[in-house]
Structures are given as structure tokens and as C-alpha cells.
């Protein structure tokens, strides 16, 4: 991709037509999905970007529906009543909210009850919510494909722990394989009799079957679920991490390791206190962190990461079409930021076209930040000036956003920061530092002062902006204005160009269009 004016960006590249303009994404503009789980009930509404959720709303009641299953063979009435409740919520606000009729699964309680039928039939005559349930290796199947809503052909296994049950899928090259599942459910685990010896017992002969079912399994492990996540939440408070976005997080087996010696060493009100994950789920943690020792010792996965996303997001990805489903979503979902709240949509790909050359050299993983950072790099500019900033660098470091790991995310950040910016001293980012080279910070703050410059020669959407030419043997960076441009090279433009230059150690080569006699 080293041309400057790639035909294939104004087709069907990632500036092309806007995803979300086309009716089939706009079908999916609002879709409301309730997941009623063993241990959670909740409902999320999808708006926006189709290819990247936005969260329109989200919300989550613990009810315990699968408390004392094992040994009841019964839903928990007081849960059920709690769940009830909820479900009839979630119908009015879907029904404010325009979502048109709910997609709502449930998954191990509800199929395992033998009340589960009863349950299902009073919540249609309650609630006129038709309540679908799911088997174990369609949950793993759902989960998945919430997994490669964020992770684009993605390989690895995928791990969702829920209440009730534990579920298992491979994924590779964007594609979900084999699927298997299991009674790994921390509730269940709490009503093994026996102690803790007698849980190790299960877990791994259980974990061993499902290896001989599933066979090596040695690349990335994805954890999905709230006890998963809520083992991120603490392993982070003990490494003292400083970026809170679980989705991404990674963590080794060393860390696993170390993050469980913690759990047993603290309790419970400890944990709470350092990691704020709630009570209800912080009960469940002992349980799946046992469960979370074994899967590692039995997979051996080469890292562990935290998805965000799953069987929710699994169902949004359900209904999207296969082009939608190959679109980037870091992309989708940063173009549409750009036509939401940026002042000349459409001016993101006129800057990226311009200031291409001086990135001519990085890969196309990094080209990916370079184009997200030319969508996102007006869509602040409602913020106070003298938060504009970081107020960008929150945006990118806290949204919202797939297809980007945390390094990414600072990395991002950084150079949106150097839009607004000439120095990164005294700002959120000091925090984040450790997360990315020096190296990294260097190019996000060439990409930064690029932005603050380019933006300077703001005309519209289909505008020659000129052209920028770099030579970094020679260190020379030259700078052809246009006709349509060259009278906005200011005193202003000037000083950031010189900033430019003064970035990269190159000499300002200036070249103003010929005069007409």
C-alpha cells in the first residue's frame, strides 16, 4: 500500500462507501439481545456501526437461576422471581427504545430445569418474549463467533465460562470448528461434595475428556464470561496494570498462576476491594480460577486473552451477511465516529491520502492505526480547547473498540493527543507509557504532529490538499502545496509544519504552486 492515491481506497477500501450506509447495516442499526444465563440475566442494545457494537444499552441483574440446580434438578425460585422481573424491564425499555421484537437465548439453567418449559411459557405470557434454548455446543458456537466479531480471523481456542456450564470452541482463520461442553460451571462446582480435592478430581478428568475430544489446542485461549472477567479485574489490581479495558487484556500462564496463589491468600472483602468487582460474582471467582488452573495446565495455550465479546455479540454477528462480517471493525466503527461527530465527514481519507508518504514504510498493522487515526482526529472538537486533547486520548485508550490490543490503543491515543498537543508531559498518558517503545511513542508523535499540521489545510471532503513527499536518507521532507491550498499556509501552518520537520530531524522543502501570468 504505498501509493498515495490507492484507486482501491475510493471503492472498496476501508474510505470507500461507509458500511453503515448500506440498508442491510442499517437493518442491524438497533438490535436488541437478552442472554439469560445460570447465573446472570441481561439485555444489550447494538446501535451504530454494525460491524463494531456499539452499546446503546446494557444491562445485567444477577438472579442465580441455576443456584442449587445440581441438587434441586429446579431453576432457584427466588432467581426465577428476580429474572421474571427483569425480563418484564428489559421488554418495556426494548419497547422505547425501538428494537423490534428481542432476540433472547437461554442457556445451561433453563435447559437443565425441569421446570425450565414452565419458565419459558411464563415468560411469553408475562413478558411476550420468546425465550430460545440453547444447547452447549451452540452457546460455544455463539461465543465464538462473538469472539471473531472483535478478533477478525482470529485462531485460537475459546473458553466461556458461565454460570452452569463451561463451553469450549476452536476457532481458525475467522471460522468456528469443533465445539464441546461441559458441567464446569462454578455454580455446579460449589455443590460438589468432598472440598476442593474432590472439585480437582472433576475438573480434570472433566478437562482431560475434553481434550481427547478437541485435541492440541496450543495457540491463544479466549477467555469469555463474567468469572473470567472478573479474574482479569483482579489480576490486574495485583500487577497494578494501568489501562482498565478488560477487552484485549492478555495475560501468560505465569500470571494465572500468580493471580490464583493471590485469590486463596486473600478474601473475599479484599479482593472486592482492590478489584470492584461485585459480591455475587467475586463468590464465584474461587471456583473458576480452579477451573482457570487447569484449562492452562491442560491446553498450554502460548498467551491468554479476555474478550469482552460473546454470546451476545455472537448473535449480532449471527445476522450479518458474510461482506459485513469481513469488514474491519476497527475501521467500520471509526468511520462512523468520523460521520457522527467529525465537522466534514469524508475528510479523514483526504488526510490519510496526504500524509501517506511518510508512512510509506510501516506495515499494513500499523497503516490500520494510521487510518483510524485520520477518521478519529476531528470527532472532539466539541471539547474544550483545553481539554481537547485528552479528552481524545481517553476516546481511543476507553472506547469502545475492536480489533485493537492494548499497546494499539495507547499507541492511538498518543498521536490523537499530539493533534491537539505539542507535549505529552502532565497528561494521562504518563500513566500508560510502559505499554508502548520508545520507538512507538516517536512514530505516534510524527503521526500526532502530521495530523495537527494536515488539519490546518482543511478545504472539503474531495479537496487536493497537495502533496507531502518524504526522503528519510537525505532527511528532507517536502511539502507541495496546491493551488487550492497554498493560500492556508499561514503563519499558523507554518509553525506546525516546522513542528513536523522538527519531529522527524528532517529539512522543510516548500515548493508553492507556479504563479499565473
Known amino acids: 500500500m504505498d501509493g498515495v492515491n490507492d484507486p482501491a481506497e475510493h471503492t472498496d477500501g476501508p474510505f470507500g462507501r461507509p458500511l453503515f450506509d448500506s440498508p442491510e447495516a442499517r437493518a442491524l442499526s438497533r438490535v436488541g439481545v437478552v442472554d439469560v444465563g445460570s447465573n446472570s440475566v441481561r439485555l444489550v442494545v447494538f446501535d451504530g456501526a454494525a460491524r463494531s457494537p456499539a452499546y446503546f444499552f446494557n444491562e445485567k441483574i444477577m438472579c442465580g437461576l441455576g443456584a442449587g440446580l445440581a441438587v434441586t434438578g429446579r431453576l432457584n425460585p427466588e432467581g426465577r422471581k428476580r429474572a421474571l422481573d427483569a425480563l418484564r424491564r428489559f421488554s418495556l425499555l426494548a419497547e422505547g427504545m425501538g428494537t423490534g421484537p428481542l432476540t433472547a437465548v437461554a442457556t445451561a439453567a433453563v435447559r437443565e430445569a425441569e421446570d425450565g418449559e414452565a419458565f419459558r411459557a411464563e415468560v411469553l405470557r408475562e413478558t411476550g418474549i420468546r425465550l430460545f434454548v440453547i444447547d452447549g455446543p451452540e452457546e460455544a458456537r455463539l461465543s465464538a463467533q462473538g469472539v471473531l466479531l472483535g478478533w477478525p480471523g482470529a485462531y485460537g481456542l475459546v473458553c466461556d465460562m458461565g454460570g452452569g456450564s463451561m463451553e469450549l470452541a476452536e476457532i481458525n482463520g475467522g471460522r468456528v470448528g469443533r465445539r464441546v461442553t461441559s458441567p464446569l460451571g462454578p455454580l455446579k462446582l460449589r455443590d460438589i461434595k468432598g472440598g476442593k480435592k474432590a472439585r480437582r478430581a472433576h475438573i480434570r478428568a472433566t478437562l482431560d475428556q475434553l481434550r481427547a475430544d478437541l485435541g492440541e489446542q496450543k495457540n491463544r485461549l ?296
Not at 482498565?244 to 472486592?272: F, P, Q, W
Not at 498467551?303 to 448473535?315: C, F, T, V
Not at 514504510?361 to 483510524?372: D, H, M, Q, W, Y
Request: charged share 30%.
Open 222 to 517: 479466549f477467555l469469555v464470561g463474567g468469572s473470567w472477567r472478573a479474574f482479569a479485574r483482579i489480576d490486574m489490581a495485583r500487577r497494578g496494570y494501568p489501562l482498565h479495558v478488560l477487552h484485549e487484556y492478555r495475560m501468560s500462564a505465569a500470571d494465572v498462576r500468580a493471580t490464583i496463589k493471590h485469590i486463596e491468600k486473600h478474601g473475599t472483602d479484599a479482593l472486592r476491594a482492590q478489584s470492584g468487582v461485585s459480591l455475587a460474582r467475586i463468590a464465584l471467582v474461587p471456583y473458576a480460577a480452579e477451573v482457570l488452573r487447569e484449562v492452562v495446565r491442560t491446553f498450554r495455550p502460548h498467551d491468554i486473552a479476555i474478550s469482552s465479546y460473546g454470546i451476545r455479540e455472537g448473535l449480532l454477528y449471527e445476522q450479518m451477511p458474510q461482506p459485513l462480517r469481513d469488514r474491519d471493525p476497527l475501521i467500520e466503527a471509526c468511520r462512523f465516529a468520523e460521520a457522527k461527530d467529525a465537522r466534514l465527514p469524508g475528510f479523514g481519507r483526504v488526510l490519510y491520502n496526504f500524509i501517506l508518504p511518510i508512512f510509506k514504510s510501516v506495515g499494513e498493522e500499523r497503516l490500520r492505526i494510521v487510518k483510524a487515526a485520520c477518521l478519529l482526529h476531528d470527532v472532539s472538537w466539541r471539547a474544550h480547547p483545553d481539554y481537547r486533547a485528552e479528552d481524545c486520548f481517553d476516546n481511543a485508550t476507553r472506547a469502545n473498540l475492536g480489533g485493537l490490543n492494548h499497546s494499539e490503543r495507547v499507541w492511538l491515543g498518543l498521536a490523537l493527543l499530539y493533534r491537539y498537543s505539542n507535549k505529552r508531559e502532565g497528561t494521562r498518558f504518563e500513566a500508560l507509557a510502559g505499554l508502548i517503545s520508545e520507538r512507538e511513542r516517536f512514530e505516534a508523535e510524527v503521526l500526532g504532529k502530521a495530523l495537527r499540521f494536515a488539519a490546518m489545510l482543511w478545504l472539503k471532503d474531495d479537496a487536493h490538499m497537495g502533496e507531502l513527499r518524504w526522503y528519510p536518507k537525505r532527511k528532507v521532507l517536502e511539502l507541495r502545496l496546491s493551488p487550492e491550498t497554498a493560500p492556508l499556509f499561514g503563519e499558523v501552518a507554518q509553525t506546525r509544519f516546522a513542528a513536523l520537520c522538527s519531529a522527524l530531524g528532517a529539512r522543510a522543502d516548500i515548493r508553492m504552486p507556479a504563479q499565473r501570468m
